[in-house]
Protein backbone atom coordinates (compact mmCIF):
# COMPACT_ATOMS: atom_id res chain seq x y z
CA UNK A 1 0.00 0.00 0.00
CA UNK A 2 1.10 3.34 -0.96
CA UNK A 3 1.83 5.42 2.09
CA UNK A 4 0.06 9.14 2.04
CA UNK A 5 3.82 10.70 2.23
CA UNK A 6 4.84 8.89 -1.13
CA UNK A 7 1.18 9.54 -2.19
CA UNK A 8 1.62 13.43 -1.92
CA UNK A 9 5.08 12.40 -3.78
CA UNK A 10 3.73 10.96 -6.75
CA UNK A 11 1.25 13.84 -7.03
CA UNK A 12 3.77 16.79 -6.53
CA UNK A 13 6.01 15.35 -9.21
CA UNK A 14 2.63 14.74 -11.51
CA UNK A 15 2.07 18.55 -11.40
CA UNK A 16 5.78 19.56 -12.26
CA UNK A 17 5.77 17.39 -15.07
CA UNK A 18 2.20 19.32 -16.47
CA UNK A 19 4.08 22.36 -15.75
CA UNK A 20 7.20 21.76 -17.71
CA UNK A 21 5.27 20.15 -20.59
CA UNK A 22 3.20 23.13 -20.71
CA UNK A 23 4.95 26.17 -19.92
CA UNK A 24 4.18 28.83 -22.56
CA UNK A 25 -0.07 28.52 -21.82
CA UNK A 26 -0.74 32.13 -22.29
CA UNK A 27 -2.84 33.77 -20.09
CA UNK A 28 -7.16 32.66 -20.79
CA UNK A 29 -8.48 36.06 -22.38
CA UNK A 30 -12.46 36.46 -21.91
CA UNK A 31 -14.53 38.26 -24.41
CA UNK A 32 -17.85 40.03 -23.56
CA UNK A 33 -20.23 41.95 -25.39
CA UNK A 34 -21.91 45.08 -24.09
CA UNK A 35 -24.02 47.70 -26.39
CA UNK A 36 -24.22 51.28 -26.37
CA UNK A 37 -27.52 53.26 -27.64
CA UNK A 38 -29.21 50.25 -26.71
CA UNK A 39 -32.73 49.93 -26.96
CA UNK A 40 -32.61 52.20 -29.81
CA UNK A 41 -32.02 51.54 -33.30
CA UNK A 42 -28.63 52.33 -33.02
CA UNK A 43 -28.38 49.72 -30.32
CA UNK A 44 -24.42 48.84 -31.49
CA UNK A 45 -22.35 45.51 -29.91
CA UNK A 46 -18.70 47.11 -28.09
CA UNK A 47 -17.00 43.23 -27.81
CA UNK A 48 -14.27 43.74 -24.83
CA UNK A 49 -11.52 41.40 -24.68
CA UNK A 50 -9.92 41.31 -21.12
CA UNK A 51 -6.67 39.55 -19.57
CA UNK A 52 -5.62 39.46 -16.06
CA UNK A 53 -3.55 42.51 -16.88
CA UNK A 54 -5.90 45.90 -17.67
CA UNK A 55 -3.09 47.54 -18.99
CA UNK A 56 -2.68 48.30 -22.22
CA UNK A 57 -6.20 49.40 -23.06
CA UNK A 58 -6.88 49.99 -26.58
CA UNK A 59 -9.74 50.61 -28.58
CA UNK A 60 -10.24 49.59 -32.38
CA UNK A 61 -12.87 51.60 -34.24
CA UNK A 62 -14.22 50.63 -37.42
CA UNK A 63 -17.63 51.49 -39.88
CA UNK A 64 -17.48 54.94 -38.54
CA UNK A 65 -18.12 55.26 -42.29
CA UNK A 66 -20.88 52.39 -43.40
CA UNK A 67 -19.40 52.30 -46.94
CA UNK A 68 -16.18 51.23 -45.75
CA UNK A 69 -16.41 47.77 -45.76
CA UNK A 70 -12.17 46.73 -45.59
CA UNK A 71 -12.56 48.06 -41.74
CA UNK A 72 -15.49 46.34 -41.02
CA UNK A 73 -14.61 43.29 -41.77
CA UNK A 74 -11.44 43.40 -40.33
CA UNK A 75 -12.59 44.53 -36.85
CA UNK A 76 -15.14 41.36 -37.22
CA UNK A 77 -12.24 38.95 -37.69
CA UNK A 78 -10.00 40.08 -35.02
CA UNK A 79 -12.91 40.34 -32.28
CA UNK A 80 -13.22 36.52 -32.96
CA UNK A 81 -9.54 35.32 -33.87
CA UNK A 82 -7.25 37.47 -31.76
CA UNK A 83 -5.63 36.00 -28.91
CA UNK A 84 -4.40 37.98 -26.64
CA UNK A 85 -2.12 37.60 -23.42
CA UNK A 86 -2.36 40.75 -21.95
CA UNK A 87 -4.28 44.13 -21.44
CA UNK A 88 -7.43 45.16 -22.67
CA UNK A 89 -8.86 45.59 -26.15
CA UNK A 90 -12.49 46.91 -26.89
CA UNK A 91 -13.46 46.40 -30.16
CA UNK A 92 -16.29 48.62 -32.37
CA UNK A 93 -16.72 46.54 -35.54
CA UNK A 94 -19.92 48.93 -36.73
CA UNK A 95 -19.91 52.21 -35.25
CA UNK A 96 -23.04 53.68 -36.92
CA UNK A 97 -24.56 50.00 -37.39
CA UNK A 98 -27.08 52.13 -39.44
CA UNK A 99 -24.87 53.28 -42.03
CA UNK A 100 -23.34 49.77 -42.19
CA UNK A 101 -26.59 47.89 -42.85
CA UNK A 102 -27.45 50.60 -45.41
CA UNK A 103 -23.78 50.63 -46.90
CA UNK A 104 -23.65 54.09 -46.99
CA UNK A 105 -21.36 56.70 -45.66
CA UNK A 106 -23.39 58.03 -43.10
CA UNK A 107 -27.22 57.28 -41.45
CA UNK A 108 -28.79 59.87 -41.87
CA UNK A 109 -26.84 61.06 -44.88
CA UNK A 110 -26.65 65.02 -43.41
CA UNK A 111 -25.06 63.66 -39.83
CA UNK A 112 -21.21 62.79 -40.21
CA UNK A 113 -20.40 60.74 -37.17
CA UNK A 114 -16.96 61.44 -37.55
CA UNK A 115 -17.48 65.38 -37.15
CA UNK A 116 -19.47 65.52 -34.27
CA UNK A 117 -16.87 64.11 -31.28
CA UNK A 118 -17.43 64.33 -28.41
CA UNK A 119 -21.43 64.39 -28.89
CA UNK A 120 -24.36 65.38 -26.73
CA UNK A 121 -26.36 63.15 -24.14
CA UNK A 122 -29.34 65.27 -25.08
CA UNK A 123 -28.92 65.57 -28.99
CA UNK A 124 -29.59 63.48 -31.54
CA UNK A 125 -29.05 59.96 -32.32
CA UNK A 126 -25.69 60.39 -34.04
CA UNK A 127 -24.89 62.98 -31.44
CA UNK A 128 -25.87 60.86 -28.92
CA UNK A 129 -23.75 57.75 -30.50
CA UNK A 130 -20.72 59.84 -30.67
CA UNK A 131 -21.00 60.45 -27.15
CA UNK A 132 -21.60 57.11 -25.68
CA UNK A 133 -18.03 55.82 -28.15
CA UNK A 134 -16.15 59.01 -26.16
CA UNK A 135 -17.69 57.86 -23.01
CA UNK A 136 -16.40 54.27 -23.45
CA UNK A 137 -12.89 55.81 -23.82
CA UNK A 138 -12.68 57.48 -20.80
CA UNK A 139 -14.38 54.35 -18.99
CA UNK A 140 -11.98 52.13 -20.18
CA UNK A 141 -8.85 54.69 -19.86
CA UNK A 142 -7.40 54.22 -23.20
CA UNK A 143 -3.63 54.06 -24.20
CA UNK A 144 -4.57 54.22 -27.96
CA UNK A 145 -7.48 54.69 -30.20
CA UNK A 146 -6.75 53.14 -33.65
CA UNK A 147 -9.76 54.34 -36.56
CA UNK A 148 -10.27 52.13 -39.17
CA UNK A 149 -11.36 54.17 -42.65
CA UNK A 150 -11.03 53.85 -46.33
CA UNK A 151 -11.05 56.33 -49.25
CA UNK A 152 -11.91 56.36 -52.80
CA UNK A 153 -8.66 57.66 -54.36
CA UNK A 154 -5.35 57.20 -53.50
CA UNK A 155 -3.63 60.68 -50.90
CA UNK A 156 -0.61 60.28 -53.57
CA UNK A 157 -3.32 61.00 -56.40
CA UNK A 158 -5.51 62.84 -55.06
CA UNK A 159 -4.30 65.28 -51.19
CA UNK A 160 -8.10 65.82 -51.10
CA UNK A 161 -8.73 61.94 -50.39
CA UNK A 162 -6.26 59.26 -47.69
CA UNK A 163 -6.10 56.38 -49.04
CA UNK A 164 -2.84 54.53 -48.08
CA UNK A 165 -2.14 56.60 -45.18
CA UNK A 166 -1.39 57.01 -41.35
CA UNK A 167 -3.56 59.96 -39.98
CA UNK A 168 -2.60 62.02 -36.78
CA UNK A 169 -4.32 65.08 -35.91
CA UNK A 170 -1.33 66.64 -33.98
CA UNK A 171 2.20 66.56 -34.98
CA UNK A 172 3.92 66.11 -31.71
CA UNK A 173 7.01 63.61 -31.32
CA UNK A 174 5.55 60.42 -30.09
CA UNK A 175 2.76 60.29 -32.63
CA UNK A 176 4.71 61.38 -35.04
CA UNK A 177 7.65 58.67 -34.53
CA UNK A 178 4.96 55.57 -33.71
CA UNK A 179 2.57 56.15 -37.02
CA UNK A 180 6.37 56.77 -38.80
CA UNK A 181 7.43 53.06 -37.26
CA UNK A 182 3.69 51.73 -38.29
CA UNK A 183 4.16 53.09 -42.52
CA UNK A 184 7.24 51.54 -42.31
CA UNK A 185 6.50 48.33 -40.96
CA UNK A 186 3.54 48.02 -43.39
CA UNK A 187 5.72 49.10 -46.40
CA UNK A 188 8.00 46.26 -46.31
CA UNK A 189 6.08 43.87 -48.65
CA UNK A 190 4.44 46.30 -50.62
CA UNK A 191 6.46 47.01 -54.20
CA UNK A 192 4.00 49.76 -56.00
CA UNK A 193 4.77 53.02 -54.65
CA UNK A 194 1.85 54.12 -55.16
CA UNK A 195 0.14 51.60 -52.67
CA UNK A 196 2.69 52.52 -50.06
CA UNK A 197 1.57 54.39 -47.16
CA UNK A 198 2.46 57.54 -45.69
CA UNK A 199 2.20 59.70 -43.10
CA UNK A 200 -0.17 63.00 -43.11
CA UNK A 201 -0.89 65.44 -40.48
CA UNK A 202 -3.97 66.42 -40.72
CA UNK A 203 -6.17 67.62 -37.53
CA UNK A 204 -9.70 66.97 -38.51
CA UNK A 205 -12.21 68.70 -36.19
CA UNK A 206 -14.98 67.05 -34.24
CA UNK A 207 -13.25 62.90 -35.37
CA UNK A 208 -13.11 60.11 -33.56
CA UNK A 209 -9.27 60.84 -33.26
CA UNK A 210 -8.79 64.52 -33.08
CA UNK A 211 -11.44 64.10 -29.86
CA UNK A 212 -9.37 61.31 -27.88
CA UNK A 213 -6.52 63.24 -28.82
CA UNK A 214 -7.28 66.79 -27.68
CA UNK A 215 -9.84 66.33 -25.35
CA UNK A 216 -8.77 62.92 -23.65
CA UNK A 217 -5.41 63.09 -24.52
CA UNK A 218 -5.69 59.80 -25.99
CA UNK A 219 -2.76 59.23 -28.79
CA UNK A 220 -5.03 58.31 -31.81
CA UNK A 221 -4.23 57.09 -35.44
CA UNK A 222 -6.62 57.06 -38.18
CA UNK A 223 -5.50 53.92 -40.87
CA UNK A 224 -7.01 54.65 -44.02
CA UNK A 225 -6.58 51.91 -47.15
CA UNK A 226 -7.75 52.86 -50.47
CA UNK A 227 -10.93 51.82 -51.78
CA UNK A 228 -9.52 50.85 -55.65
CA UNK A 229 -7.20 48.25 -54.29
CA UNK A 230 -8.79 44.83 -53.73
CA UNK A 231 -11.10 44.37 -51.47
CA UNK A 232 -9.18 41.01 -50.20
CA UNK A 233 -5.95 43.03 -49.98
CA UNK A 234 -7.69 45.99 -47.93
CA UNK A 235 -9.07 43.66 -45.69
CA UNK A 236 -5.79 41.49 -45.05
CA UNK A 237 -3.87 45.39 -44.71
CA UNK A 238 -6.49 46.87 -42.05
CA UNK A 239 -5.45 43.25 -39.98
CA UNK A 240 -2.34 43.55 -40.20
CA UNK A 241 -1.72 47.18 -39.08
CA UNK A 242 -3.66 46.27 -35.96
CA UNK A 243 -1.16 43.31 -35.65
CA UNK A 244 1.95 45.50 -35.89
CA UNK A 245 0.34 47.68 -33.04
CA UNK A 246 -0.51 45.11 -30.73
CA UNK A 247 3.39 43.03 -30.96
CA UNK A 248 4.68 46.38 -30.41
CA UNK A 249 2.56 46.91 -26.81
CA UNK A 250 3.02 43.11 -26.39
CA UNK A 251 0.04 42.00 -26.17
CA UNK A 252 -0.33 39.14 -28.56
CA UNK A 253 -0.14 35.75 -27.61
CA UNK A 254 2.48 34.07 -29.49
CA UNK A 255 1.29 31.39 -31.78
CA UNK A 256 2.62 28.04 -30.70
Same mark, same amino acid.
Given at each position: ?8 RIIF ?10 PQT?L?Q?T??E ?30 H ?7 K ?7 N @? ?5 ? @?I???KA?I???E /?????FP?E ?7 PG ?6 ? /????Y?IF????R?D????V?L??S????RK?P ?6 I??D????YL ?5 FL? /? ?6 I /? ?10 P ?7 CA?Y ?9 ET????P????I????K????? @?????? @?????
Open positions: MISIKKYFVALLLLLFCFALTSVYICGGTDYETPVYVIKTDYKKPAIMIVAGIGNEKAGIAAEYLKD @LHIERGT @LIIPNLAC /ENVRCPINLNRIYNPQGNSV /EKLAESLMKYIGLLDHEIEFYNKNYGQTVISGDDFELSSA /EDMNKGI /EDGNKYQVLVDIKGSTAYYQLDIPALTFCRKLLSFRGEQIFVKII @LTKWNM @LAVQR
